[in-house]
């Protein structure tokens, strides 16, 4: 019986894939995930209060430091993470970066340094260009914001897919999304952090001209004054809430949809106050959404808007067309 059950064993090891979850030989505050299958290994070292970045060889294909106490990310610490595609720092208060931080890390997609606590105008300027195939950048939420992220920083991340940042009001630390984003040709989404206040006017994504989503959820008090004119790329657009009066943002919005010609979803949460006065708004708004773009998905939740239709007004063609409106208060 044990010989049959071994022979069991050895067969399956040999034709499946095993996931083996152990501590990491190199540091054991991680754990390494272990597919048999595969060549490479992804490393968890998730709140352990680490301070100083371990030593990794060189099979590890992700990497969790999340939730540590890393305060600085000294030359070369991963230099010899050829095969590193993932790298998550987010909650480590990192102030100090250099020039060499990021060195050897020519493979890695997506570089997650989400509430930490960096000064982009004190670090050094050629801190990223390493990182030669990076697609995904976060760097959202840090505690240091008040800041515009310079674009010279990023600017030879020229396969940038993906960027996830805090936005501020143009101030002496920078405009928002200055000429050097220009080049990156291939940036399509865009995700806003800590973000309040802000005019989103025609020139706000000058520099940014391939978007296709646009997040702006997180933007308190935000202003829709056309900013997005012409976007006939736009596939999914999300907004926050509008400052007062909301109308002014709204009547813009209602015009610049028509130019929206691709635009499948569009989220409106939370973006109304109580006692706006829509007087038709909602109807034109509805209207041009459906003749002039491809809308599918459209969510009003947690809006306050007295006038809607019964739903025989509207006459969607589109089958896949999904639409939240509660908990809506009317
Ligand atoms: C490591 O993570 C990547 C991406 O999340 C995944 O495709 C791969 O299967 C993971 N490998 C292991 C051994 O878990
Ligand atoms: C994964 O585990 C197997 C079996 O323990 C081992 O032979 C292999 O070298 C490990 N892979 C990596 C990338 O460490
Ligand atoms: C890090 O590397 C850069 C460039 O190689 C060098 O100028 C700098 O002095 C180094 N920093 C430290 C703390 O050694
Ligand atoms: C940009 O994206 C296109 C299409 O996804 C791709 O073919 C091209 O190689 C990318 N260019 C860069 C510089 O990453
Ligand atoms: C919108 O922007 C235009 C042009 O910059 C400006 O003239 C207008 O006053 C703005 N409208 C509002 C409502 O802020």
């Known amino acids: 019986m044990k010989g049959v059950l071994c022979l069991i064993i050895i067969f399956m090891m040999k034709y499946c894939q095993f996931i083996i979850l152990v501590p990491c030989k190199f540091d054991s505050r991680c754990v390494c995930l272990n597919d048999t299958s595969k060549p490479f290994i992804n490393v968890s070292c998730v709140g352990k209060d680490i301070i100083k970045i371990p030593k990794f060889p060189p099979t590890v294909y992700s990497i969790d430091l999340s939730n540590n106490k890393i305060g600085s990310i000294p030359n ?35 570089l997650v340094l989400e509430r930490s606590c ?4 004190k670090v050094p300027v050629s801190v990223f260009t390493p990182l030669t195939s990076l697609k995904h950048l976060n760097c959202k939420y840090i505690w240091f914001h008040g800041i515009n992220l310079p674009g010279l920083l990023v600017s030879t ?48 994504f000058i520099n940014m001209k391939y978007l296709t989503a646009i997040d702006l959820s997180s933007c308190v008090s935000q202003k829709y004054n056309q900013s997005l004119y012409g976007r006939n790329k736009l596939n999914s657009l999300a907004l926050g809430t509008f400052i007062l009066p909301q109308t002014k943002s709204f009547l813009s919005l209602i015009s610049d949809v028509k130019t929206f010609s691709s ?68």
């Open 76 to 110: 070369r610490s991963f230099e010899y993470q050829v095969n590193l595609r993932i790298l998550d720092l987010t909650s480590n208060c990192i102030t100090v970066l250099e020039t060499d931080s990021f060195k050897g890390l020519q493979n890695l997609h997506k």
């Open 118 to 121: 960096i000064n982009f105008h």
């Open 157 to 204: 991340l020229i396969h940038l897919e993906y960027l996830e940042v805090d936005v501020s009001q143009s101030t002496p630390y920078g405009i928002l999304f200055d000429k050097h984003f220009t080049k990156l040709l291939n940036l399509t989404k865009l995700k806003t952090g800590v973000c309040s206040g802000i005019e989103f006017d025609e020139k706000t």
């Open 263 to 330: 635009l499948e979803s569009l989220f409106l949460i939370g973006s109304f106050e109580p006692n706006v006065e829509f007087n038709g708004l909602i109807f034109r708004f509805f209207n041009n959404l459906q003749i002039h773009t491809k809308i599918k998905e459209l969510r009003l939740n947690n809006n306050y808007i007295r006038e809607i239709l019964p739903p025989e007004k509207f006459s969607y063609h589109q089958e896949l067309f999904k639409f939240w409106i509660s908990p809506t208060i009317s």
